[in-house]
């Protein structure tokens, strides 16, 4: 049996770059998912930022980095 090669898979959606803002956010209303892999697969996944949901997530997980910050300066 043949190893698969995560460079080996095509998505229609991802590889598409008409879908990326400035050519880094991915951006696509007809994806349905809320974390995309990244273009080149082993960097990772991103976010669908046509989604509030994601902005939501986002905004969330810097206010909670923040917040810890300040806190460790304060104690």
Not at 53 to 66: F, G, H
């Amino acid at each position: 049996m043949k190893p698969r090669n995560i460079s080996d898979t095509f998505d229609p959606y991802i590889d598409n770059p008409e879908n990326y803002k400035w050519g880094i956010f991915y951006f696509n209303r007809n994806d349905r998912r809320f974390i995309v892999p990244k273009r080149i697969r082993w960097l990772g996944w991103t976010l669908n930022f046509a989604y509030r949901s994601a902005w939501l997530w986002l905004i969330s997980m810097v206010s909670i980095a923040i917040f810890a910050l300040i806190m460790s300066f304060i104690t």
